[in-house]
């Protein structure tokens, strides 16, 4: 859920050989996006569908599709787990005509298979992101992302409860980017949705990170206290999520 200050969920990654994807499209991201690249161009990469991460892609279509001189050039990927396509699809036809609920003219459809690593952005060699989803724990099909590109690694979580997944997921990342949604809260949460601080930090100390980033913390929560949670389980470096920061090689 996006605050005053944050438009959650999303986060842009620019790779070295100038190719753009964007990892969630929640409210307020589309705005931020046309403030830093060009909202054409981008793969698009989602980890769910949930609204807090998907609801400005019917904006983003709208540009792709009808912008008058920058209207998207080539078709893109949109990259997510199980049926994800066709929800997104009766999402944007519920904001249009029937047509909208089929996105193929502007996108290439890529199903997330946890465990299949996706080359995105182009091949490696070239520059390109290796991209391998992880099968998270919530509600609806949820992936988390490695990315690994430049020599720079980071991985983020999507929105999951606990799962040993976690670990693999972010093994070794230099920047871990991890929900911690109930902050310092354990007891009393419903089960199979979300994480607290503490668990978020027994993921970056189990996985090995660099750096633990706490995200998807509710703008009406205290992120201090997610802060404390996940010092009392992880010795490295933490900080909060915020809009505008930055990272990488
Ligand atoms: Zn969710
Ligand atoms: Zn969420």
Redesign the pocket.
């Known amino acids: 859920m996006g605050g005053p200050n944050a438009p959650a969920?999303g986060y842009f990654v620019e790779l070295d050989n100038g190719r753009t994807f964007v990892l969630d499209m929640g409210p307020g991201v589309f705005v931020e996006l046309q403030k830093t690249a060009d909202p054409a161009a981008c793969e698009l990469l989602l980890s769910h569908v949930?609204p807090?991460?998907t609801a400005d892609i019917p904006g983003l279509l709208v540009w792709r599709r009808f912008h008058p001189t920058a209207p998207s050039k080539n078709k893109n990927l949109l990259v997510g787990p199980a049926d994800i396509h066709q929800r997104i699809g009766t999402m944007c036809a519920a904001m249009g005509d029937e047509s909208d609920s089929d996105l193929s003219d502007t996108f290439i459809n890529v199903r997330a298979v946890p465990g299949e690593a996706l080359m995105i952005g182009g091949e490696p060699s070239d520059g390109g992101a290796v991209v391998t989803p992880f099968e998270m724990v919530h509600p609806v099909p949820t992936v988390g992302y490695r990315v690994e590109a430049d020599g720079f690694s980071f991985a983020y979580s999507g929105?999951s409860a606990w799962t040993e997944k976690l670990v693999e997921l972010a093994r070794g990342v230099d920047v871990f980017i991890c929900e911690a949604t109930w902050c310092a809260k354990e007891d009393g949460v419903p089960p199979n949705m979300h994480m607290s601080g503490y668990e978020a930090g027994r993921a970056a100390a189990l996985a090995g990170v660099k750096k633990l980033v706490l995200t998807?913390i509710p703008p009406y929560a205290n992120g201090e206290e997610a802060l404390e949670a996940a010092r009392t389980t992880f010795d490295g470096d933490i900080e909060l999520a915020y809009l505008g920061m930055e990272f990488g090689s």
């Open positions: 969920s949930h807090d991460h929105d998807h």
